[in-house]
């Protein structure tokens, strides 16, 4: 459903709901659509803005609790090699160097890469703001 702000030719506002928005858009060139008060049938759809469905703050601080936790134990538990990353990658994964947790940069192409070379990497989300 898809709730629509709508005006008539004589500059009435009213609201109403469909199925999509192509319901509306067939409705409205058959003249199914009627103004609720001057009965008139050319009826387009106004300004709206949009509605974002937010989460409780509680629900949402309680997420970012949980994601900032998460990133704690993944730095916690990985040394950090830097812009060598990709580097250290292909070494642990080609037996020359002895695998361990490792975290660092590397560019999306970087990454693409050693995906593609079947190196299994993961990345690691940035802290969540109060925001987000």
Known sequence: MIHYRLVCEAGHDFESWFKNSQAFETQAHKGQINCPYCESTKVTRGVMAPHVARTQDDQGKK???????????????????????????????DGEVKPRPIRGR???????????????????????????
């Not at 997420?63 to 990658?89: C, H, M, S, W, Y």
């Not at 693409?112 to 987000?132: C, F, H, R, T």
């Open 63 to 93: 997420l970012r609790e949980l994601v900032t936790e998460l990133r704690n134990k993944l730095i916690e538990g990985t040394d950090d090699v830097g812009d060598q990353f990709p580097e250290e990658a292909r070494k642990m994964d």
């Open 106 to 132: 590397a560019t999306f192409e970087e990454a693409k890469a050693l995906l593609e070379e079947g190196i299994q990497i993961l990345p690691i989300p940035d802290a969540p703001s109060e925001g987000n």
